[in-house]
């Protein structure tokens, strides 16, 4: 069964950083991409990166170099480094795996963990 368990939210002012982690287990997790999702209260479910299984990443235009998504395979974890953050970015984060070629639409993705809530105040 793949669990994937999010870690690392929390409250931080503007301009601030936070790097969130997902472990995952249950899956062979260097053949699998992964991504971040985030969901702000009253909004859709957003993707805001991707990492292939190869280590090919890619963004969402409004986290563009400010986000930064990695995994370890090793370790079985997949990080997102966010930085300069704002109030824009206050929801909750959660981590997906999925297999194929999937991009930053919800729908694409198989397995997600319960969230790490990210509060941002300016």
């Known amino acids: 069964q793949v669990q994937l368990v999010e870690s690392g939210g929390g409250s931080v002012q503007a301009g601030g950083s936070l790097r969130l982690s997902c472990a995952a287990s249950?899956?062979?997790?260097?053949?699998?991409?992964m991504a971040w999702f985030r969901q702000a209260p009253g909004k859709e479910r957003e993707g805001v990166a991707v990492?292939?299984?190869?280590?090919?990443?890619r963004y969402a235009t409004s986290v563009k170099g400010r986000f930064t998504i990695s995994k370890d395979n090793a370790k079985n974890t997949l990080s997102l480094q966010i930085d300069s953050l704002n109030p824009e970015d206050t929801a909750m984060y959660y981590c997906?795996?999925?297999?194929?070629?999937?991009?930053?639409?919800?729908?694409?993705?198989?397995?997600w963990g319960q969230g790490t809530q990210v509060t941002v105040s300016s």
């Open positions: 997906a795996a999925g297999t194929g070629n999937v991009g930053l639409g919800p729908s694409e993705w198989h397995h």
């Open positions: 249950g899956l062979s997790f260097n053949r699998y991409s």
């Open positions: 990492i292939s299984a190869f280590g090919a990443t």
